[in-house]
Structure formats: structure tokens, C-alpha cells
């Protein structure tokens, strides 16, 4: 796993919410800008500070700065926001040549996004923070890539490192149900349940386990134990494809709306060809070095979280395994 490029900075003004900052250093990850609609209302400006402005399908606020450049995306009745930052790359040599550079920084707000929510109390504090050196989604997937290195917590639980899919049965290959808590080796306590690690599992997560690690233990997006409807992010993959802002909807064929997508949306495939249930899950990244449209997954054939190309490209616009199987997108 490589990450290259200088510390993100981001300058954001807001009169009577964010002072003057100037330059602020991000961590070890950035974003990409992205086409936005004809606007569908006016631009709104704040005296001495960015210009906000709303927009459609879907709908959300982008701020831009006294330049015009965007500089951070809101999505209504997401968590997720995209700020603009300088740029790094993303690479897994030996997995793809193809490289993932980008100016996204995708972070976790606390609240789901509201029009008009940059007025609101807990705004101004919140986006201090987000501006601060800790690693964001994009950063924290690439923490179990080939390679990347192992780091553990002052208890001794590894929370970062290469992670594998699932252990091997013979005959049948790599096995799932390798949630968060199998690759921390600790057990975990839901809203409703307590659930136990296996520790044939540990170091391993599956599709929808790797999500709910960088999503959930990583970035603190609540999690359930099981896959009925409430809040917090499900355990299987066919139910996170309910939660959150519905970008492309699952037409049970190829999907092709490339432009609906900002990175860190959660991507869904068909991979089994059941049709009426998705049964696999990753992170969209951005395009890539040779300008097709990549993802973040885990993978039986790649043996854990990759952006590469062992067992079928990453990609999504390529005519592969994946982008043929690909089916829906949703941004939390």
C-alpha cells in the first residue's frame, strides 16, 4: 500500500461560525472535485466567508470559496461530507498499476445534513474538527490493503494492518461472515446484543464487515448487530443497500450513472446472479490513473481489502466482472 503527496490543506472562512484559519493540514487523505447540476436556488452568500449554494438530484449544498472552486459537498440526509483538499495518491502495487490520486476528503458529521444546516450550532465546532489530522474514510479503508502496516491500541487490540477476507475451507475456498469485531479479536457490544468474535476469523473482514469497520468502529457511524430495519448500519450487504441516500437505484441490471458518484459512496453488486438480492459491497474511490471509475472492497479472490485487479478489476466502466455486476450506490 502506497500514499503519496503532501498534508491536505483546506481553507474554509465563516463569518461568525469558522474564523479566519488559513491553512489547515488534513492527515493523509484528500478528494475530488465533481460536475454539480444547474443550481435550483440562488446562491447564498455569508458576509466574509464561502458562498453556499443548493443544488439538485441529489439534493445538497456545496460551498465554494471567493474563487468559485467548491470546496466542500453536503448531501441532505447524509452523514458524509466531501471537502476539498490538496492532492495525495492511492496505490497497491502489487494488486494494479493503476494508481487513485485525488483531492476527496470524506468525513463523518454528526448529524445528517439539513438545508440550511451550515447555520446551525453544532456546525461551526464540527468543521473545526474536521480539518484536524485524523484519517478519513478513504485513508482508513487503504489501512487494510496488501501490504499496509499493522498498528495497535493501547490495549493491544490491532485496529489497522492487512486484513484478510476469511479463512480457508477446503474445497470451497475463503470463508464470509467475517464482521469488524472477528479482524479486532474482541467482542463487541450492540444496541441490542453482544456479539463474540471467532477467532478463526480474526484479522479477516468480509465485504459488508469491511464497510462497517471504516465506516462504524473507524469513524463512529452506529452499528447494529443483525439486518432488521432501525438505525445504524446493518451487518449484511443486501441491507445496507437500504440505508442511506439512494444515488443509483438497483434496476437489477448494469448500472452506468458514473456521475452520481462522489468517493466514499458504498457501492452494491450482484455478484451471484440472484437478482433479487445484492450480496457484495465496497467504497468508490474516484477515476483512476487510466480514467476509469475504481472502488475499495474485500474480496475472497484478493484475499481482503483491495483497489486492485487480482480476481476481477475494481472497476466499474471497464466491461469486467464487477463493473457488469455492478447494480446500485447509496452515500451515508
Not at 498498528?151 to 494492518?161: C, I, L, Q, T, W
Not at 439512494?246 to 458504498?266: F, I, M
Request: hydrophobic share 40%; aromatic share 10%; with cysteine.
Amino acid at each position: 500500500m502506497t500514499v503519496t503527496g503532501v498534508p491536505a490543506k483546506v481553507v474554509l472562512s465563516l463569518m461568525g461560525v469558522l474564523a479566519l484559519i488559513g491553512v489547515v493540514a488534513f492527515a493523509r487523505d484528500v478528494t475530488r472535485g465533481r460536475t454539480d447540476p444547474p443550481t435550483a436556488q440562488p446562491a447564498r452568500p455569508v458576509p466574509g466567508g464561502p458562498v453556499f449554494e443548493r443544488v439538485a438530484n441529489p439534493a445538497r449544498t456545496i460551498a465554494r470559496d471567493a474563487r468559485g472552486s467548491i470546496i466542500a459537498t453536503f448531501t441532505d440526509g447524509a452523514r458524509t461530507v466531501v471537502l476539498t483538499g490538496e492532492s495525495r495518491t492511492f496505490a497497491e502495487p502489487r494488486t494494479t498499476a493503476a494508481t487513485v490520486t485525488t483531492t476527496a476528503w470524506v468525513r463523518l458529521a454528526p448529524h445528517e445534513w439539513q438545508a440550511g444546516a451550515e447555520r446551525a450550532d453544532w456546525f461551526g465546532a464540527w468543521f473545526t474538527a474536521a480539518r484536524s489530522s485524523e484519517p478519513d474514510a478513504l485513508e482508513v479503508g487503504m489501512q487494510y490493503v496488501d501490504g499496509a502496516p499493522a498498528e495497535s491500541d493501547k490495549a493491544g487490540v490491532r485496529f489497522r494492518g492487512d486484513a484478510q477476507f476469511g479463512p480457508e475451507v477446503p474445497g470451497e475456498g475463503r470463508a464470509e461472515e467475517s464482521d469488524f469485531y472477528d479482524y479486532l479479536g474482541v467482542p463487541w457490544k450492540f444496541s441490542d446484543k453482544t456479539r463474540r468474535p471467532d477467532h478463526a476469523h480474526f484479522g479477516a473482514v468480509d465485504c459488508s464487515g469491511f464497510v462497517r469497520l471504516v465506516y462504524g468502529y473507524r469513524l463512529g457511524y452506529p452499528l447494529r448487530a443483525d439486518n432488521a430495519p432501525g438505525p445504524g448500519l446493518p451487518r449484511r450487504a443486501f441491507a445496507l443497500a437500504g440505508h442511506g441516500v439512494e444515488l443509483v437505484p438497483n434496476r437489477q441490471a448494469t448500472a452506468t450513472e458514473y456521475t452520481a458518484l462522489q468517493p466514499g459512496d458504498l457501492l452494491f453488486f450482484d455478484t451471484e446472479g440472484a437478482q433479487d438480492q445484492l450480496d457484495h459491497t465496497g467504497i468508490y474511490l474516484g477515476t483512476d490513473s487510466d480514467g476509469h471509475h475504481r472502488f475499495l472492497s474485500s474480496r475472497a479472490m484478493a484475499n481482503g481489502p483491495t483497489l486492485g485487479d487480482l480476481g476481477g478489476t475494481s472497476l466499474l466502466d471497464d466491461g469486467g466482472r464487477y463493473s457488469r455486476q455492478w447494480r446500485a450506490a447509496r452515500r451515508l
